[in-house]
């Protein structure tokens, strides 16, 4: 079993940023991939951001490129989600994910484990 604790959600003015960590425990944390999710009102969840097992490889979904960086610190058991140049339609509650291997995927079906989620509401 993998418990998954987001934090730093909030409400932000568009072009500001946001730092989102998330906090695992429960199995070796450098073992498995990380990944952020994102549902808005009304849509489907969708792909964020994903990181190997070391860091060494990340991916992004397009509309969050230059704009988003995931980071892990396998030492804190933590992964992080920087968001910067946030807009309006980045509103979302956003959940991070561990995966069922240590690459990176961009897929739910690859994720095992999921937090609860913490609310992004950016203001226009």
């Known amino acids: 079993q993998v418990q998954l604790a987001e934090f730093g959600g909030g409400l932000v003015q568009a072009g500001g940023s946001l730092r989102l960590s998330c906090a695992a425990s429960?199995?070796?944390?450098?073992?498995?991939?990380m990944g952020w999710f994102r549902q808005a009102p009304g849509k489907e969840r969708e792909f964020v951001a994903t990181?190997?097992?070391?860091?060494?490889?990340?991916y992004y979904t397009d509309s969050v490129k230059g704009r988003f960086t995931i980071s892990r610190d396998n030492a804190k058991n933590t992964v992080y989600l920087q968001m910067n140049s946030l807009k309006p339609e980045d509103t979302a509650v956003y959940y991070c994910?561990?995966?069922?291997?240590?690459?990176?995927?961009?897929?739910?079906?690859?994720?095992?484990?999921w937090g609860q989620g913490t609310q992004v509401t950016v203001s226009s």
């Open positions: 994910a561990a995966g069922s291997s240590m690459h990176i995927t961009a897929t739910q079906r690859g994720y095992d484990y």
């Open positions: 990181i190997n097992w070391s860091g060494s490889d990340t």
């Open positions: 429960g199995r070796t944390f450098s073992n498995y991939a």
